[in-house]
Every structure is written in structure tokens, then in C-alpha cells.
């Protein structure tokens, strides 16, 4: 690994860079090939399966109870200040859905439920009271259609509506088993006429397979949507199909804005840097064959999308960016002269061949490759070794995650330390030979300047304090370690609804002014006024052991009312106050309120009048079962032989919160039935199932991130004692990457972003993008400390020339990446802030931390007369 290594490769690529050129296109042709000939599916971090006792139980659960395959979406009718409980207002929800069933495909994802509203309660109450008026023939108790029920509201006055609708909702009514509450706001006065919101849910069914998404349901949600807001002032359809419809409009609706800005400051970034078109379309080329490598990696290996991925390409980008000014920059060093190192016999002859013995192109590149190849090729594999360390991890889709940052990576070092410097000499050599074009430029922050101003400042300072930098830093990482342990971890799925657009963005031209978004206020509306239903909204407490025992079902009812109904709680509440919970005591009180039987057995079972029965709990079930078996097999498991084996609680929480808080809030329901019952009660269903799977995947991400760092550490211990004899320098250099990392953790808690499953795998470029950064300060300091005559020199030649470098590498990436803070996508927004806040922090503690703790180090050897192998 000696520089006679590095100068015979650079000597390689610069003697055969026509040949060099078209094998590495021939390569990418065969490597992009697997774009179209693989197929890669797509994939959801919920996909991920964990062992848990919360995945054991729902596993149990869908065995036992059976699971409730149809699609629920949500029909939310508002008018603020006003009555959507008036005749004309039920009636349009009558007119909505014979709209909706006269739509044929429509229609056909409807369950037979089809919409279950208070309109149709309402509608079908007064069908009821016209059959009661007929007096011949026996009464028709069937269940109305469609029509007869818009025609008994259209044949009644406004007056008598209301009256029809007081009876509806007295809480004594009786309402053929539909609880008229479950469609009014939480806080709706019961029994009042009026109400500033009403909700209704569509069911529908899909013949999808079980890991397929309900395409044919989704889209029937979509057009759904598009009669809701022709018919109601205000109104919504909340469901999947409908956010994810929204979710991939605003990405588009993003980047329709961004690219374009984010394309602009990225050129201009490169432009300033470079000063020069054809080095700036060489390197757009370079990106071009890495983006190729990672499409046809993504195809050849079938590696299904996910978030999780949205980091490689935005990762690559930035090495990409940071490896090409380091080419460029160091071969333009070379040939302005300021490398000065022994120079062979290919480079005396190519000088020889120059009328003033200037460098060449091919002997500048030469030089250039030569003295930062190995960077380059140590950044590669720090960085690709660090990253597929992850593949150790037990959830596929950080396998997946890790072998495409690797191939990326290798493909980065393949495109900028092969293609490119090849591309380059054939590029320049032809300008300069045939048309006479010099090709000759200045280094960035070399030369008088802003940008050689600021980093001679940056020397002076290094010069001056090192130990005073390295303090700030420390205490800064300390603060931000200290931040770090107090960030919000949870992973709440109504972050990624996307947000409306601001004003400045509405007054695009038409091409780019994108739609309105209100989906994350409905969906926060929904959660603050009503009980929920479908994906997200309910979940479950499977109690196992002795569930005849009067004392569980003492203790279900203990539980139940300690639930905490206030602001901070997400298990919803109906009007009337009570915990949206299902369970045995509910459906026991239900069916006797009904049933004569189930009454009398109950009573009978009921020594101290509290409602609930002190004995002989296995016969009462029994009754019930007999009463009712389908409303009863909803929240008991009675075996083939008779026995009641478990019971569940069914618990409607609020869709707008987070999974962690969720799954506390049920698990603690279940631990209070366990404190004072012979029973186990396990928290389980979608949001508990989520909350396991998403701390399993950030506590695999964190495991990952110390993983890579001690893969690092080991790698650049090895590489600084193999070249320079010295086991200090690799610790040395990963010090301001921890140190970037916990700078960038701290602003995060400041900021509120949360470190979850999603920010972890993008604050993984602080690591990726530091080790890059730092391993070229370390290298090039290293470097000309045996060319400069001193340690200020040797300080002063890092820091204006690889700095130049970094510097130019991180205002382009930050600035190209950073304007997705822009985005009306929450991902997006904060992946554009996390990233460039880590190429930022990466960038000042490699060209502050880093040259001071070096100066401190050289400072130490001197005093102590070390021989440097330290």
C-alpha cells in the first residue's frame, strides 16, 4: 500500500485512458442492464417480522377471533358553527351514496355493508314508523333499501325530521343494534338535535392476495373522494387509497418544485467550484454511471424499494460530488506545480516533451490520482465496509439497504477513481493539443479570494488554539450526546401525510403550482373528534388463564375506567364519555339490555348489585352464547368442548398518534387487568405490532451505527499503522465523525425531528460522508508533513488545498440536498434537513476537530521525542 502502489495505478489509468474509458462503459452497459431485465418489488418497513409476544398474541388472535379482512374508509361531514344533522344535509348523504352504487366498478368493491351512517339510521328509522302505520298484512321488519329510505326523508318536513332525529338519539332508543353516537364528535351533547360534524364509514372487500395492497378498493376510495367534494361544501373521504393518492401526489408536487431549484444550485455550486463546463459535465457524467450501477444493482438483485432506500441515492450523490472535486482539484494542484514530490521516469519524459518543461495533462493527473487514490480507496472501503455491516441485521429490508449502499459505493470509487481521471486526460489532452484550449486551472481556495480568505482564517485559528477548538467541540458533543438521550424515538405514521403547500408556492405558473393538501389536518381532525375505524385505529388486549373467573371481568371493568380519556390520551372516547372498549362487560351489558335471558342470568349471578356477576361466570357465558354467539365469539374463544380458553378487548385508539404511545397506553390497560386478576393480558394488534417492529428496527440501526464505527476505527487503526507506523492517527480521524454525529443528534432534539427507523438510516450519511471527509484531511496532512519544511506549513497546504476541496463538496451537496426542506412531503422535508445538517457538521469538525487534534498530536510527539509511532 506503499505510494509506489498508488503512482503504478494512477501511471495505468493515465497510459491507457482511451481503453480504461470504454471498458468502464462497457461494464456500466452490463451492470445498468439489470434495470430492465430484473423486477424489484415494493416493500414497507411494517413488512419486517419480529418475535414478541405482542406478534404471538395478534398471530393468536386472527387463529382464534378470525381478523376483519374488509377496507374501511372514512366519511367526515362538517360545518363549523353551523347543523350537519338537518334534513337537506342527510339527504345529500343519502343522494352521495346512491351516486356512489350507481358507479358499476364503484360499486363492486362495496362489502355488503356498503356506507353505515347516522343518515342511514336516521332514514331507516323513519321507513319503520311508515311500515308501523300500514295496517295490513304483518308488519315488514326486512332491512329498507336505498331508495325507500331517501324517500321516507323526502317526504317528511324539516320539523319532522328533527323529531325523528331526537328519537334516533335518545340514549334509551332503540336503534336496531346501531349506535347512533359512534357517527357524532366526541364532544357532542347527548340527545341534542344539532352537531358541527357527523361521520359515516364505507366498507369494501378486494380479491387482492394477503400481501398485496386493495388496488381495485383504493382506487374505488379515490373517486369516492371526487363526489364528496362535489356535493358538500366541506367535507372529506379519509382512507388509504386516499392518502396514499395524496402522499404521491405531494412527492411529485415536490420535486416538480425542488428539482429544478435543487438541479440550478448543485451546477452553480460545481460551476463556482470548478470554473469550468467540461469539468463539471465530466462529472456529471461520473454521477451519471454511479446512478446507472445503482439501478441496474437494484434490478439484478431484486431488492425491493422501501424508505429505507430513499438515503443510497442521496448518499451516492455526495460521495460522488466530494470524489470528483478531490480528483479534479488535486490533478489541478499538480499541474499549477504546488505538489512537489520525486517525479519518475514516465513524468520526466512527459516534461521533456513539453516546450517549457510545464506539466502535461496526462503528468498532472498523474500526480493528482496518485496522491489521493489511496484516500479514495480508503474512504471507499471504510464507508462500503461500514455500510454492509448492516447485513448481519435480521430484518431484509437493512440487509437490502446495506448491500446496495456498498455496491453504490464501489460503483462511486469505479466512476471518479477509474472513469473519470481516464475521461478527463482524453478530454483535456484533446482540447489542448488540437485546438489549442489551456486546460490549465486554479485549484479551488487556492489564490487570492473570499474562499482562500476564509480558510486562511480557519489555518490561524488551528495555529493559535487547537486546544480550544477541540474544547468547544467536546463540549458541543457532549451537549448534543446529552440532547441525543432525551430525542423523541417514536415512529407516528401521520407525520408522513403530506402538507399544504405555502403561498409562495401556490403562485407558481400552472406547470408547477401544486394542489392543495389538506389530508394531515383531516387526519389530525378525525383523531380530536371521533372514534376511528380501519388501518391503525384499533387495537387489541388478548387475555389468556382463568377467564371464567368473575375477578377478570372485575378487573376488565377496573381497568376500563382508569382509562385516561384527556388531551394526552390516544384510546378515543365516545360523547358520553366512556372508553371506546369492547369487551366481554360491554357485550354482556349489551346483551342484556336486549335480552330477557341474558338479563335474568345476569341478575341471578349478581350478588352485590354492581352489574356484573359474582358466580357461575362460565354459565352466564353460556347463556350469551346462546343469545347472541356472533357478538359474543367477538370477545371469547370457546374451544369444541365448550371451554372458554382467552378473552379480548377490542380498544379504539386515535389514528393521528404514535405507534409507541399507543402500544403504552394499551399496554398498560392490559397490566392493570393483570394486577388484579388470575390472568395474562397481552397488548397486540396493527399499532402495538408497529411500535415492536419499529424499536426493533432502530434499536438494529443503532446496533449497526456502533458496529460501523468499530469496523471504522479497526480499519483506519490498521491502514494509518501499515503506511505511517502510527496507532494513534485512526482513532484521531474517526473523532471528529463521532463527534459531527453527535452534534447533528443534539440539533435534532432541538429541532424536534425524531430519531426513528426513517432519520436513523439518513444520519448514517454523517457517518458515510465524515469518514470520506476526514480520511482526506488525515491523508493529506500526513501527506505534506513530510513534503513542507513545517508543521505550519504542512497545516496551511491541508487546509486551503483538500479543504478547497471538502469545502466546494459540501456547499454543492448540502445545497442540492437541503432544498428538500422544501418539500410539501414531511419525509422529504426532513430528509433534506437531517442531510444538510450532517454534510455541514461533517464538514467543519473534519476541517477544525481534525487539524487540531493533529497539531496536538505532532505537538506531543515533539515533546516527548516520540518516533511517531504513536
Known amino acids: 500500500m506503499g505510494g509506489s502502489l498508488a503512482d503504478r495505478y494512477a501511471d495505468a489509468i493515465v497510459s491507457h485512458g482511451k481503453l480504461i474509458v470504454l471498458l468502464v462503459l462497457v461494464l456500466t452497459a452490463a451492470v445498468a442492464a439489470g434495470a430492465a431485465v430484473g423486477e424489484s418489488e415494493e416493500g414497507e418497513i411494517g413488512q419486517f417480522e419480529t418475535d414478541s409476544e405482542e406478534t404471538a398474541a395478534l398471530e393468536e388472535i386472527d387463529e382464534t377471533y378470525g381478523t376483519d379482512d374488509r377496507v374501511v374508509s372514512q366519511l367526515v361531514v362538517r360545518d363549523e358553527g353551523g347543523d350537519v344533522l338537518t334534513r337537506d344535509s342527510l339527504l345529500e348523504g343519502l343522494y352521495l351514496q346512491r351516486e356512489v352504487r350507481e358507479n358499476e366498478s364503484v360499486n363492486a368493491t362495496l362489502a355488503d355493508e356498503g356506507f353505515v351512517a347516522l343518515e342511514n339510521v336516521v332514514a331507516t328509522g323513519a321507513v319503520f314508523e311508515d311500515r308501523a302505520t300500514e295496517t295490513e298484512g304483518p308488519p315488514d321488519t326486512s332491512e329498507p333499501t336505498l331508495d325507500e329510505q331517501i324517500a321516507a326523508l323526502e317526504d317528511r318536513s324539516d320539523a319532522e325530521v328533527e323529531a325523528l332525529l331526537a328519537d334516533v338519539l335518545d340514549p334509551d332508543a332503540d336503534n336496531r343494534g346501531e349506535d347512533p353516537y359512534e357517527f357524532l364528535p366526541s364532544d357532542y351533547e347527548p340527545g341534542s338535535t344539532t352537531a358541527d360534524a357527523r361521520i359515516g364509514f364505507v366498507f369494501q372487500v378486494d380479491e387482492s392476495d394477503d400481501d398485496e395492497d386493495p388496488e381495485a378498493a383504493y382506487a374505488a376510495q379515490i373517486e369516492i373522494d371526487g363526489l364528496v367534494e362535489e356535493r358538500f361544501d366541506d367535507a372529506f373521504l379519509f382512507g388509504q387509497g386516499v392518502t396514499d393518492e395524496a402522499s404521491s401526489n405531494a412527492v411529485g408536487d415536490s420535486f416538480a418544485i425542488i428539482t429544478p431549484v435543487a438541479l440550478v444550485l448543485v451546477l452553480f455550486a460545481l460551476g463556482v467550484a470548478y470554473r469550468d463546463v467540461v469539468d463539471v459535465l465530466v462529472s456529471l457524467v461520473g454521477i451519471g454511471v454511479v446512478m446507472a450501477w445503482l439501478a441496474g444493482i437494484l434490478g439484478w438483485l431484486e431488492i425491493p424499494t422501501s424508505q429505507l432506500l430513499i438515503a443510497v441515492p442521496?448518499?451516492?450523490?455526495?460521495?460522488?460530488?466530494?470524489?470528483?472535486?478531490?480528483?479534479?482539484?488535486?490533478?489541478?494542484?499538480?499541474?499549477?506545480?504546488?505538489?512537489?514530490?520525486?517525479?519518475?521516469?514516465?513524468?520526466?519524459?512527459?516534461?521533456?516533451?513539453?516546450?517549457?518543461?510545464?506539466?502535461?495533462?496526462?503528468?498532472?493527473?498523474?500526480?493528482?490520482?496518485?496522491?489521493?487514490?489511496?484516500?479514495?480507496?480508503?474512504?471507499?472501503?471504510?464507508?462500503?465496509?461500514?455500510?454492509?455491516?448492516?447485513?448481519?441485521?435480521?430484518?431484509?429490508?437493512?440487509?437490502?439497504?446495506?448491500?446496495?449502499?456498498?455496491?453504490?459505493?464501489?460503483?462511486?470509487?469505479?466512476?471518479?477513481?477509474?472513469?473519470?481521471?481516464?475521461?478527463?486526460?482524453?478530454?483535456?489532452?484533446?482540447?489542448?493539443?488540437?485546438?489549442?484550449?489551456?486546460?490549465?486551472?486554479?485549484?479551488?481556495?487556492?489564490?487570492?479570494?473570499?474562499?482562500?480568505?476564509?480558510?486562511?482564517?480557519?489555518?490561524?485559528?488551528?495555529?493559535?488554539?487547537?486546544?480550544?477548538?477541540?474544547?468547544?467541540a467536546l463540549l458541543l458533543a457532549i451537549g448534543g450526546a446529552y440532547g441525543a438521550a432525551g430525542i423523541d424515538t417514536e415512529f407516528n405514521q401521520a407525520d408522513f401525510l403530506p402538507e399544504d403547500a405555502p403561498e409562495w408556492a401556490k403562485s407558481l405558473p400552472e406547470p408547477l403550482a401544486p394542489d392543495t393538501y389538506t389530508?394531515?389536518?383531516?387526519?389530525?381532525?378525525?383523531?380530536?373528534?371521533?372514534?376511528?375505524?380501519?388501518?391503525?385505529?384499533?387495537?387489541?388486549?388478548?387475555?389468556?388463564?382463568?377467564?371464567?373467573?368473575?375477578?377478570?371481568?372485575?378487573?376488565?371493568?377496573?381497568?376500563?375506567?382508569?382509562?385516561?380519556?384527556?388531551?394526552?390520551?390516544?384510546?378515543?372516547?365516545?360523547?358520553?364519555?366512556?372508553?371506546?372498549?369492547?369487551?366481554?362487560?360491554?357485550?354482556?351489558?349489551?346483551?342484556?339490555?336486549?335480552?330477557?335471558?341474558?338479563?335474568?342470568?345476569?341478575?341471578?349471578?349478581?350478588?352485590?348489585?354492581?352489574?356484573?356477576?359474582?358466580?357461575?361466570?362460565?354459565?352466564?357465558?353460556?347463556?350469551?352464547?346462546?343469545?347472541?354467539?356472533?357478538?359474543?365469539?367477538?370477545v371469547l374463544y370457546r374451544t369444541d368442548s365448550g371451554e372458554y380458553e382467552t378473552a379480548r378487548m377490542l380498544v379504539d385508539v386515535r389514528g393521528d398518534a404514535s405507534a409507541q404511545t399507543v402500544a403504552d397506553d394499551t399496554r398498560a390497560l392490559a397490566s392493570a387487568i393483570e394486577s388484579d386478576a388470575p390472568v395474562s393480558a397481552v397488548a397486540a394488534g396493527g399499532p402495538v405490532t408497529s411500535a415492536v417492529v419499529q424499536d426493533a428496527l432502530l434499536e438494529t440501526l443503532v446496533q449497526a451505527f456502533a458496529v460501523t464505527l468499530v469496523v471504522v476505527l479497526v480499519f483506519l487503526t490498521v491502514l494509518y499503522w501499515v503506511r505511517h507506523r502510527s496507532l494513534s492517527l485512526g482513532a484521531i480521524a474517526l473523532a471528529p465523525v463521532v463527534a459531527a454525529l453527535a452534534w447533528l443528534l443534539g440539533t435534532m432534539a432541538l429541532l424536534d425531528v425524531p430519531f426513528n427507523s426513517e432519520t436513523a438510516v439518513i444520519t448514517s450519511l454523517a457517518i458515510g460522508l465524515g469518514v470520506d471527509y476526514s480520511i482526506h484531511v488525515g491523508e493529506?496532512?500526513?501527506?505534506?508533513?513530510?513534503?513542507?519544511?513545517?508543521?505550519?506549513?504542512?497545516?496551511?497546504?491541508?487546509?486551503?488545498?483538500?479543504?478547497?476541496?471538502?469545502?466546494?463538496?459540501?456547499?454543492?451537496?448540502?445545497?442540492?440536498?437541503?432544498?428538500?426542506?422544501?418539500a410539501l412531503a414531511p419525509p422529504l422535508q426532513r430528509f433534506g434537513l437531517v442531510t444538510g445538517l450532517s454534510i455541514v457538521y461533517a464538514f467543519v469538525a473534519c476541517l477544525t476537530v481534525l487539524p487540531c487534534l493533529l497539531v496536538v498530536r505532532e505537538r506531543v510527539l515533539e515533546r516527548f521525542g516520540s518516533t511517531g509511532s504513536v
Open 314 to 472: 442521496f448518499l451516492l450523490i455526495g460521495l460522488s460530488i466530494d470524489y470528483s472535486l478531490h480528483v479534479i482539484m488535486r490533478s489541478r494542484e499538480a499541474r499549477a506545480g504546488v505538489l512537489e514530490r520525486d517525479r519518475g521516469d514516465a513524468v520526466a519524459a512527459d516534461d521533456a516533451a513539453t516546450d517549457g518543461g510545464g506539466r502535461t495533462v496526462r503528468n498532472g493527473m498523474r500526480l493528482g490520482l496518485g496522491g489521493v487514490v489511496l484516500a479514495l480507496a480508503a474512504a471507499t472501503f471504510s464507508t462500503g465496509v461500514g455500510f454492509l455491516s448492516n447485513v448481519v441485521s435480521p430484518l431484509p429490508a437493512i440487509q437490502d439497504f446495506a448491500i446496495l449502499s456498498a455496491g453504490g459505493i464501489l460503483a462511486t470509487f469505479v466512476a471518479f477513481a477509474v472513469l473519470v481521471p481516464a475521461l478527463k486526460v482524453e478530454i483535456d489532452e484533446l482540447l489542448e493539443n488540437r485546438f489549442g484550449i489551456d486546460r490549465r486551472k486554479d485549484p479551488f481556495g487556492r489564490g487570492a479570494g473570499p474562499v482562500n480568505r476564509a480558510l486562511s482564517g480557519v489555518v490561524a485559528v488551528v495555529r493559535r488554539a487547537p486546544l480550544a477548538v477541540v474544547a468547544v
Open 519 to 634: 389530508i394531515s389536518d383531516d387526519a389530525a381532525y378525525l383523531g380530536e373528534n371521533f372514534q376511528e375505524r380501519g388501518e391503525g385505529s384499533q387495537t387489541q388486549v388478548l387475555i389468556r388463564g382463568d377467564v371464567t373467573d368473575p375477578a377478570t371481568l372485575a378487573a376488565i371493568e377496573n381497568g376500563t375506567a382508569g382509562i385516561d380519556g384527556g388531551e394526552g390520551g390516544t384510546i378515543a372516547v365516545g360523547p358520553g364519555g366512556e372508553p371506546a372498549v369492547e369487551s366481554p362487560v360491554t357485550v354482556l351489558r349489551d346483551a342484556a339490555s336486549e335480552n330477557e335471558s341474558v338479563a335474568a342470568a345476569l341478575e341471578e349471578r349478581d350478588a352485590d348489585g354492581d352489574g356484573l356477576p359474582d358466580e357461575d361466570l362460565a354459565g352466564l357465558y353460556d347463556v350469551l352464547y346462546e343469545a347472541d354467539e356472533e357478538a359474543a365469539s367477538t
Open 780 to 822: 493529506r496532512f500526513v501527506d505534506e508533513s513530510g513534503r513542507q519544511d513545517s508543521l505550519q506549513d504542512a497545516l496551511a497546504a491541508t487546509i486551503t488545498g483538500t479543504g478547497g476541496a471538502l469545502l466546494g463538496s459540501a456547499l454543492t451537496t448540502a445545497a442540492g440536498f437541503g432544498v428538500l426542506a422544501l
